[in-house]
Nanobody, 133 residues
Framework: QVQLVESGGGSVQSGGSLRLSCAAP????????MAWFRQAPGKGREGVAG?????????????SYADSVKGRFTISEDNAENKLYLQMNDLKPEDTAMYYC?????????????????????WGQGTQVTVSS
């Protein structure tokens, strides 16, 4: 079983920033396809940002973003801390949601399907982000 633990959520005003963290096992951070999703009340879960590592071709890391967050959010990892991050800047009220960290598992590659929740096998419990206008 893979345990993912999110933290860093909170309440901010429009235009503010937050950094979400996802603590994961080291072998997941170093080899697994990972992503951040969010779910607002009454809406489905949507992919926000994806982090892919192509181990077979050694093409390095690929990051992907939903159009609604491009230029404002940044996904990154820290191998030493075994954490995945989501830096969120210029937050808007429509960013209000529960944010989840997800992984497909060790040695996984999600390719262009990173935004599809059915691709992922393990999920964290979520951290709430609330943005007021």
């Amino acid at each position: 079983q893979v345990q993912l633990v999110e933290s860093g959520g909170g309440s901010v005003q429009s235009g503010g920033s937050l950094r979400l963290s996802c603590a994961a096992p080291g072998h997941i951070i170093k080899t697994g396809c990972m992503a951040w999703f969010r779910q607002a009340p009454g809406k489905g879960r949507e992919g926000v940002a994806g982090f892919n590592r192509d181990l077979t071709t050694n093409r390095g890391v690929t990051t992907s973003y939903a159009d609604s967050v491009k230029g404002r959010f940044t996904i990154s990892e820290d191998n030493a801390e075994n954490k995945l991050y989501l830096q969120m800047n210029d937050l808007k009220p429509e960013d209000t949601a529960m944010y989840y960290c997800a992984t497909r598992g060790p040695y996984s590659y999600c390719s262009d399907s990173w935004y599809r929740q059915e691709v992922y096998n393990y999920w964290g419990q979520g951290t709430q982000v609330t943005v007021s206008s």
